[in-house]
């Protein structure tokens, strides 16, 4: 179609009041006689607590209140509700989230260096953070426990009374005997310890939170950027503050980047809450920098023990890991969810391998508590499997790209089940990896190891292969197998004004997806109607039907489909209303985007403005039709939906220095169909960026005692611009049958491919020294020292 708007680039429209500046952050709202806060983090990683003395604080100019744990008994611990269960498992269903819960402030013991302590309410945040010094408290310092694997020893600290052994949970996929009886019988078998180091998330803005409390309606407001503030209402009103859902209002102004960090009920938002209350006057908190690296939710974090097997000529026949998954102090609102079921149904990424197994303990440590970020489990599954491919495939002596082509799983063979409670929907991964090897030029890059080392460098290609799961929907599937206390369906209303124009009212929460856009293109496509001339209502609970927010590539896949049924709803009754004007059957009635006519007759037509005016006059409706056009829509998707492709990166190490570049970087993805595809190409490159700085500088260090030493960002190093190559994008196209769009999740499943791609290539440029393996985040002194200690290196 020559006016086709679903599937071009259209530039987004939530993008000029942030160019301009004009958009509003959390930390941008003021409100009448607000108050602001100020929290005091525990400095030791495990203590416990004999005194607070708060009054020399209390005197401090402009202090209005300073609270500690036992102010706040009537506030709940915070939930959790992923519950993955397992013969281990701590977690009954209810209450959510305990034992081992955190409350919001520390009462007698603290567990890692960050928990909230203590907070002032002052007249200004300088005041606020001024008293926090003044607050005196007394500890008697406890042993420490930072590796989740010591954590399970018997002599280990014990971090909560009522976990046994720091574990949180133990849980397998697979049959464990007989994939250790193929192991067993394979003609190779290799062994590697991984290590996926812990990860700080470091968006834009930094968490904040505003309460408001109106006695005269006893209902409160809540401003926070979350993603997901119908969570956040449900949540905090139900399970931690015993208040009457329909008392409290959630509104999630711009949140200036989540990449899952904002997916989480944190404790800052009942303390506003409750403090609004006690006051009388609405209360402010703004993170910092460094409290942010102490406070908010990190990531990854696994020590896995992985064998892989399989035949001489490269066919993998078994695939076995036993993984340590860190959760730090406290369980996450779904802080289990990604080593339990994200990574253990995913290590056997693209490829038909007939014997898998996987086993997790998660365990409690003295570290900030651990929850998914962008590729949330799936991103450890694969640079799990993409490593151990490599190494197989150097074993052997097969190139790497050989061996993942001969055990790939084949076009014909899908849908197809990978032995671990994954589904694949659709797929053709042999032709992503021959696309990704021809643009690379895979076959000329031995040369151009020759031509680096003439200028002191060592180049090396690397692959990373992915499937990942996405378009998290399907709520019977998240209840039985992920183990989810909630629901994850889609949501959507839609409006047609008797003036032709539309509203939206979406259940997702836009942060730096473009839906605003991508919905719209949505409505444009199916209806008729001008981007200009639809409104989208987003990101506060007050009016909306109940929605789920964003996260796990889930918003254009599973909301966007929910979209598109709310706009065929639109149409059927439009279609209805046409016939009733035209005094035809219904089946007589073509619907061609906004356009309403007999068959064969489409020169006389009917707008879709016009037909919502008729019935906005209601003047003469058929029988037992109600005025008004619109329409509500769920949709519950009949499972996940599987994106797939392979990248491949290009590095040079420098010689003297250790320094790792990355000349190239090819991505070739599958997200099914796209909605907008310069949209997705801005997703791509957020993922790129996210695995690089993975792969070569980011990992959140603690010393034994648990105190963190990355808390700023000049202690934690982050990939700069200049630091990165121009990504070379493309894609293939296999739609999903689980959705009407045939869209596949495309926010964070490519980041998965990057660390592997990245690692596996270094490792690359330095096997003629007997490198096999090397731990991210791989820094030039790491690499420094491997080329100047391993075996080959020092007998040349």
């Known amino acids: 179609m020559a006016n086709k708007i679903l599937g071009t680039s259209v530039k987004r429209r939530e993008d000029p009041e942030l160019l301009r500046g004009e958009a509003k952050f959390t930390a941008d709202i003021t409100l009448p006689h607000m108050l602001h806060m100020a929290i005091l983090h525990s400095e030791h990683g495990h203590a416990l607590i004999q005194s607070i003395d708060t009054s020399a604080a209390e005197r401090m100019p402009g202090v209005v209140r300073v609270i500690t744990g036992v102010d706040t008994s009537s506030i709940m611990p915070l939930p959790c509700i992923m519950n993955p269960g397992g013969a281990e498992s701590r977690f009954p269903s209810y209450p959510y989230g305990l034992p081992g819960a955190q409350t919001v402030l520390a009462t007698d013991r603290v567990r890692y260096i960050g928990e909230f302590v203590a907070v002032v309410v002052a007249l200004t945040r300088q005041q606020a953070y001024d008293a926090l010094p003044a607050i005196e408290v007394k500890y008697e310092p406890l042993p420490a426990i930072v590796n989740a694997e010591e954590a399970l020893q018997p002599d280990a600290p014990q971090l909560h009374d009522t976990v046994p052994n720091n574990l949180n949970q133990y849980i397998s996929h697979g049959d464990k005997q007989a994939t250790e009886q193929a192991i067993a019988n394979a003609e190779v078998v290799v062994k590697q310890r991984i290590r996926y180091q812990r990860a700080i998330h470091n968006p834009v803005e930094l968490r904040a939170s505003i309460g408001d409390y109106n006695p005269e309606t006893g209902e409160y407001t809540l401003w926070t950027n979350t993603q997901i503030p119908h969570g956040n209402r449900f949540l905090l009103s139900q399970l931690v503050m015993g208040i009457p859902y329909n008392k409290l209002r959630v509104i999630a102004p711009h949140i200036g980047g989540g990449f899952g960090s904002k997916g989480y009920l944190y404790p800052d938002t009942a303390l506003v809450l409750f403090l609004s209350k006690e006051l009388g006057r609405p209360v402010k908190w703004v993170d910092t920098r460094r ?21 001489k000529d490269g066919q993998i026949t078994a695939l076995h890991c036993t993984n340590y998954a860190n959760l730090g102090a406290y369980p996450a609102t779904n802080g289990p969810g990604a080593p339990a079921i994200l990574t253990g149904c995913s290590i056997t990424g693209v490829y038909a391998i007939e014997h898998p197994f996987y086993e997790v303990y998660c365990m409690f440590t003295n570290l900030v508590p651990n929850g998914p970020a962008r590729g949330a489990g799936r991103a450890e599954a694969i640079f799990l499997i993409e490593r151990m491919v490599d190494l197989f ?52 890059v031995a040369q151009r190891k020759v031509e680096a080392r003439t200028r002191g460098k060592r180049l090396g290609v690397g692959i990373g292969s992915y499937v990942a799961i996405a378009g998290v929907g399907p709520c019977p599937l998240m209840a039985r197998d992920i183990g989810l206390n909630g629901s994850t369906w889609g949501s959507a209303h839609i409006r047609v004004h008797p003036t032709g124009d539309v509203t939206l009212i979406t259940g997702a929460q836009p942060h730096g997806q473009g839906q605003v856009t991508s919905f719209s293109q949505i409505i444009a496509e199916e209806l008729g109607v001008n981007l200009e001339q639809i409104e989208v209502l987003h990101s506060d609970t007050k009016g909306a039907i109940y929605a789920q927010g964003s996260y796990g590539s889930r918003s254009f896949s599973v909301e966007g489909a929910t979209v598109y049924k709310a706009t065929q709803k639109i149409d059927e009754k439009a279609r209805q209303m046409a016939a009733h004007i035209f005094k035809v059957a219904e089946s007589e009635v073509v619907a061609d985007r906004g356009k309403f006519y007999v068959k064969g007759a489409p020169e006389q037509f009917k707008t879709l403005k016009e037909i919502a005016l008729a019935l906005w006059y209601a003047w003469d409706l058929p029988a037992g039709m109600e005025p008004g056009l619109e329409a509500i829509a769920y949709f519950d998707p009949p499972d996940f939906n599987y994106p797939f492709g392979t990248h491949i990166a290009l590095v040079e190490i420098d010689e003297q220095t250790g320094q790792v570049e990355v000349v190239r970087y090819v991505a070739v993805d599958d997200f099914g169909n796209v909605g907008n595809p310069m949209i997705v190409d801005g997703q791509t490159h957020g993922n790129i960026h996210f695995g690089i700085s993975q792969a070569l500088f980011e990992e959140a260090v603690y010393d034994r005692d648990g105190r963190i030493l990355t808390d700023e960002f000049t202690t934690y190093a982050i990939a700069k611009a ?52 090397i731990d991210m985040p791989v820094t030039p002194e790491k690499v420094w020292r491997v080329m100047r200690e391993t075996p080959r290196n020092n007998d040349s």
């Open 291 to 311: 409290g942010l690296a102490r406070s908010t939710v990190q990531a990854r974090d696994q020590i896995q023990y992985v064998t892989i097997a399989g035949t």
């Open 393 to 444: 495939a150097q074993r052997i002596g097969i190139d790497p790209a050989e061996v993942r082509r001969k055990n790939m799983v084949a076009a014909d063979r899908f849908p197809y089940k990978n032995g671990l409670g994954w589904t694949y929907d659709s797929g053709n991964y042999e032709v992503a990896l021959d696309k990704a090897l021809a643009t690379i030029d895979y076959n000329n």
């Open 722 to 773: 200049s630091q990165l190559p121009k990504f070379e994008l493309d894609r293939t196209v296999t739609p999903t049958p689980h959705n009407p769009l045939g869209a596949k999740g495309a926010g964070d499943v490519s980041i998965t491919a990057v660390p592997p791609a990245i690692v596996n290539a270094v490792c690359n440029a330095l096997s003629d020294l007997g490198v096999a393996h």
